[in-house]
């Protein structure tokens, strides 16, 4: 991994970006993030010009219309995708230039992804499923189920461990995609509309694991429009059109 930290940071002309650095409370810095996507001759202005920082242990949601740029702008913070300018520090670490390889080392141990449809590999058992991304961090098999089947039972899924995909509920899928999230235990927690596709009393379980995780250590940025997940929310951010509309409330 690139070893371009806050403490190689020198250049203060960087859109003021130094003195933000030294904010220790800061987790996540974006600084005049743009991402672009090229279609022909037609460029679609995804994120336009954002700048957006997230204190350690917050909760934040982001809210606005579809096609805002609300994923895209999530990709950008948690590291899935690279923006096409602008900066990104992420745990004092400069992920916005980071090349793929290195991107996806730092992803995989900083960043747990919750998606809308789960993204589970459809091939694979629950537990095979969150012990993948373990695996990946080269943790030690024995390690690896052994953590799996201790989220697997806090998520509630101890008896669906063999069930494939397929063989799950909606709920139940996305309990494994959070416990697959978590088996690395990183700091961050990045949700996209993750109770978006369930029925009310897996919502409210997937809410209740959300209000435990803020509970914690964790940070936590959701993109969501449940006004129940909202309600858990540090501050809530309007989206629109790539860029923030409104701060809606900010707690701290
Ligand atoms: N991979 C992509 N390629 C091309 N256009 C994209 C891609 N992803 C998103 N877009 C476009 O970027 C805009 C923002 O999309 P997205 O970030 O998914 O918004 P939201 O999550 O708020 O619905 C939309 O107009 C969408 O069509
Ligand atoms: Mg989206």
Redesign the pocket.
Known sequence: MKDDTLVEFKDPNENNLAEELTKTDLIIIGKDLV?N???GDFI????DGVSLNVKFGEFIVIK????????????LLGGLDSPNSGIIYNQGVKISDMDQESLTLFRLMNSGFIFQNYNLISTLTAEENVMFPMNLSGMKLEEQRNRAVKLLKEMRLGDRREHLPFQLSAGEQQRVAIARALSNDPPVILA??PTANLDKKSSQFIRDLFNELKNGEKTIIV?THDDDLIALADKVIL?DQ?NIIEQERDLN
């Open positions: 991402k996507y090229e279609i679609v202005k995804a994120v606005g219309p579809s096609g805002a740029g609300k994923t895209s702008l999530l990709n996209d509309e993109v989206f790539g």
